[in-house]
């Protein structure tokens, strides 16, 4: 099957180097994620793998090849880069079938692709009479129109509304069990976190992280118990007498540090104290994210947590 394979890679614009010596593979069979602060290089380098632009050190291949290199590309790779790149006085059908004509593509795959992406039923309307979100989705109808191995998509959830949203995660799920290599860039780490398996990160244009989203976030975040129960104060000495780490909040909520919800339900248990509430708190993508990305955005405001948001 086809990686994308990034090998020291190195992306200048006059004095800024948008992309520092990256180096890392995109495996087939799998969602990754591609994450980043707003600067990083994603753009960039989704740029230099489709030969959108010319690196100044390094390579970008796809299955060994690069990208200006490959016969009929569209039926390789699907991509995704800018949803405002269809014509806005044709019709999504048309638009579509130009692309089809230009790359060998039989013409059915026209209306599979609109009827995949939710488009059949507006197919003969004018681009320009599109909402951002059935924009999008004609970009993600596009980059999946050559049945590609490989899809790359930046940011596809933008304008998607929520029924949009979970037809995308679940779309990205489908394409990497079907065995294809998908790379999606997004600043939504709640919905990165529902669909990826595997992360890349960056920061000003370096790799700071290429690992499975599981292991990223649990370095970095320690799991926490919340727990609630009738009687708080023997609860805090019983965690205290245990050499746990406990803070209370409202309500009688408390939230343990490094600590797992079997040992803390029997410690509760075995005191006789009567649990209201145990729940895990397994860290978020956004808690791990944000943890490694704080030293390394270009666009800080204070606090630098701003920096994501969700939809
Ligand atoms: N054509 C260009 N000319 C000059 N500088 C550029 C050009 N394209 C990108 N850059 C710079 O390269 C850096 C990386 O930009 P890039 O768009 O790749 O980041 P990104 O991670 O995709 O960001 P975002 O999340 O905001 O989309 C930025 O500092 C940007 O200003």
Request: aromatic share 4%; hydrophobic share 40%; glycine share 10%.
């Amino acid at each position: 099957m086809t990686s994308i394979d990034v090998q020291n890679l190195t992306k200048e614009y006059g004095t800024t180097r948008a992309v520092d010596h990256l180096t890392f593979r995109v495996l087939p069979g799998r969602v990754t994620g591609f994450l980043g602060p707003n600067g990083a290089g994603k753009s960039t380098t989704m740029r230099l793998v489709l030969g959108l632009d010319r690196p100044t050190r390094g390579t970008a291949t796809i299955g060994g090849r690069a990208y200006a290199t490959l016969c009929d590309p569209l039926r390789k790779v699907g991509t995704l880069l800018d949803a405002q790149a269809a014509h806005g006085s044709r019709t999504a059908r048309d638009h579509l079938r130009a692309l089809a004509v230009g790359n060998r593509i039989p013409d059915r795959r026209v209306d599979e692709v609109l009827a995949e992406t939710g488009l059949a039923s507006v197919a003969r309307r004018r681009v320009k009479t599109y909402s951002l979100g059935m924009r999008q989705r004609l970009g993600i109808a596009a980059a999946l129109l050559g049945d590609p191995e490989v899809v790359m998509l930046d940011e596809p959830s933008n304008g998607l509304d929520p029924e949009g949203i979970v037809w995308i995660r679940e779309l990205l799920r489908r394409l990497a069990k079907e065995g294809r290599t998908v790379l999606v860039s997004s600043h939504l780490m709640n919905e990165t976190a529902s669909f990826a398996d595997h992360l890349v990160v960056l920061g000003r244009g370096r790799l700071l992280a290429d690992t499975p989203m599981r292991e990223f976030i649990d370095a970095r975040v320690r799991p926490r118990v919340r727990v609630r129960t009738t009687d708080g104060s023997v609860l805090s000495q019983l965690l205290a007498e245990h050499g746990y780490e406990a803070a209370a909040h409202d309500d009688g909520l408390w939230t343990v540090e490094h600590a797992r919800v079997d040992d803390i339900g029997r410690l509760a248990s075995a005191a006789g104290l009567i649990v209201l509430e145990l729940t895990a708190d397994e860290g978020t993508l956004e808690q791990a994210y944000l943890d490694l990305t704080a030293s390394a955005t270009e666009f800080t405001t204070t606090p630098a947590r701003t920096l994501t948001q969700e939809a």
